[in-house]
T-cell receptor, first 115, second 115 residues
Framework: DTEVTQTPKHLVMGMTNKKSLKCEQH?????MYWYKQKAKKPPELMFV???????INESVPSRFSPECPNSSLLNLHLHALQPEDSALYLC??????????????FGPGTRLTVL | DQQVKQNSPSLSVQEGRISILNCDYT??????FLWYKKYPAEGPTFLIS?????DKNEDGRFTVFLNKSAKHLSLHIVPSQPGDSAVYFC??????????????FGPGTRLSVLP
């Protein structure tokens, strides 16, 4: 089983709203990732969690706040977003942390629209 | 500066024929390469990978070839099927990291398999 689940599938929010995206995996993977993908572009890495600790933050604005409550769950809290933040947000996980030869498995994504 | 390039934004192939998707990279530290397939509004699906110690890896209809000296890899799909129509991303990662794996994605190639 290589399933990563993400909820919600779609989200529309205003610039003053606070919302959260959720990602879950039950494969025992120790690294989890948030990516942002704009139309016709490749996924761009936002955050990496390894062993439930934030290990990489790719200079993401503070209006995006990640959280890893446990080894299976990853959240992305959103506050005061801008319309240009509208994108597909992808979660991924990989089995090992300190191994470059590992595969990341992606969830289906959350399509976010900021009005 | 694009470290992973896919110079063909799109490719059309007749059903039953071979599809060849190409990827070039610039960073000699990359030691693991993957191909992902993506349908619109879905997350990328892992297809096949290759480590830098190999020059070929095969899985069913999919074969990936790696030419390290040319910093080039290709994905061959034989025979091509209409369900293969999607965007294909090449991804690379390199060097062990204690912080989680940092993939670099290419811009993608849209494959259309014509019946």
């Amino acid at each position: 089983d290589t399933e990563v689940t993400q909820t919600p599938k779609h989200l529309v929010m205003g610039m003053t709203n606070k919302k959260s995206l959720k990602c879950e995996q039950h494969m025992g993977h120790r690294a989890m990732y948030w990516y942002k993908q704009k139309a016709k572009k490749p996924p761009e890495l936002m955050f990496v969690y390894s062993y439930e600790k934030l290990s990489i933050n790719e200079s993401v604005p503070s209006r995006f706040s990640p959280e890893c409550p446990n080894s299976s769950l990853l959240n992305l809290h959103l506050h005061a977003l801008q319309p240009e933040d509208s994108a597909l947000y992808l979660c991924a996980s990989s089995q090992r942390v300190a191994a470059s030869t590992d595969t990341q498995y992606f969830g289906p994504g959350t399509r976010l629209t900021v009005l | 500066d694009q470290q992973v390039k896919q110079n063909s934004p799109s490719l059309s192939v007749q059903e039953g024929r071979i599809s060849i998707l190409n990827c070039d990279y610039t960073n000699s530290m990359f030691d693991y390469f993957l191909w992902y397939k993506k349908y619109p509004a879905e997350g990328p699906t892992f297809l096949i990978s290759i480590s830098s110690i190999k020059d070929k890896n095969e899985d069913g209809r999919f074969t990936v070839f790696l030419n390290k000296s040319a910093k080039h890899l290709s994905l061959h799909i034989v025979p091509s099927q209409p369900g293969d129509s999607a965007v294909y991303f090449c991804a690379a990662s390199g060097g062990p990291s204690h912080y989680g794996q940092n993939f670099v994605f290419g811009p993608g190639t849209r494959l259309s398999v014509l019946p």
